[in-house]
């Protein structure tokens, strides 16, 4: 079945720690990936993206991602995480002509001051 | 900021009742989603729809029903509310029929069916 995996369930690091969050998808084929961010009481928020080209992408506030094919994988990282930076990441994937993005059971990171 | 609303933010309804969430979004969006989400869990795709007048069933069976009369307006309803309803529901748009682009997202609906 096609699935998307988030490694942690939830991760606890204090200010500047590096952070690395995994993600594994179950697709063979094209497909796009991303990373959500979703802070307290506000709405999903798009952190990063990755649909060709360089596997390295940039995203928002610091953040990167590499996709790696030959493991499947799209890891988040962060070299210095801040107290903001407190809150839930979804990696999600499109696949196929369908085009609808599957989500991850997401990681909730918390940072202590 | 993404241009897509849902209404209410936070619904308390008793079991048997009729109820109607509705997502709205101002991008001229042709693709819109709806999806389920337990606390500590993934967020499952419930409906989506390509265009007016287009409805989907997604990976996760529901009892929701979706309509899509406008372009910008995609509402959700259930005709009989249940405990098992119970959860957060989010609603997204993004542009149709491309592979890469993003979804938006509004703030979502949290229902508890009592």
């Known amino acids: 079945a096609q699935s998307v995996s988030q490694h942690n369930h939830h991760v606890i690091l204090s200010e500047a720690a590096s952070l690395e969050l995994g993600c594994n998808y179950s697709?063979?084929?094209?497909?796009?990936l991303f990373w959500y961010v979703q802070y307290p009481g506000q709405h999903l928020q798009l952190l990063l993206k990755y649909f060709s080209g360089d596997p390295l992408v940039k995203g928002i506030k610091g953040f990167e991602a590499e996709f790696i094919k030959s493991k499947f994988s799209f890891n988040l990282r962060k070299p210095s995480v801040q107290w903001s930076d407190t809150a839930e990441y979804f990696c999600?994937?499109?696949?196929?002509?369908?085009?609808?993005?599957?989500f991850g059971k997401g990681t909730k990171l918390s940072v202590k001051p | 900021e993404a241009d897509i609303y849902q209404t209410p933010r936070y619904l308390v309804i008793g079991t048997g009742k009729k109820i109607t969430l509705e997502c709205s979004q101002t991008?001229?969006?042709?693709?819109m989603y709806w999806y389920q989400q337990d606390p500590g869990m993934e967020l499952h795709l419930i409906h989506y729809?390509?265009?007016?007048?287009?409805?989907e069933k997604g990976d996760l069976s529901s009892e929701s029903t979706v309509s899509r009369i406008r372009t910008e307006h995609f509402p959700l309803t259930l005709e009989s509310a249940r405990p098992s309803h119970t959860s957060q529901y989010l609603c997204?748009?993004?542009?149709?029929?491309?592979?890469?682009?993003?979804?938006?997202f509004g703030q979502g609906t949290r229902l508890t069916v009592v």
């Open positions: 729809s390509y265009g007016v007048n287009s409805t």
């Open positions: 997204a748009s993004s542009e149709l029929a491309q592979m890469n682009t993003e979804a938006f």
């Open positions: 999600a994937v499109i696949r196929g002509s369908q085009g609808n993005l599957i």
């Open positions: 991008m001229g969006h042709d693709k």
């Open positions: 697709y063979g084929g094209t497909v796009n």
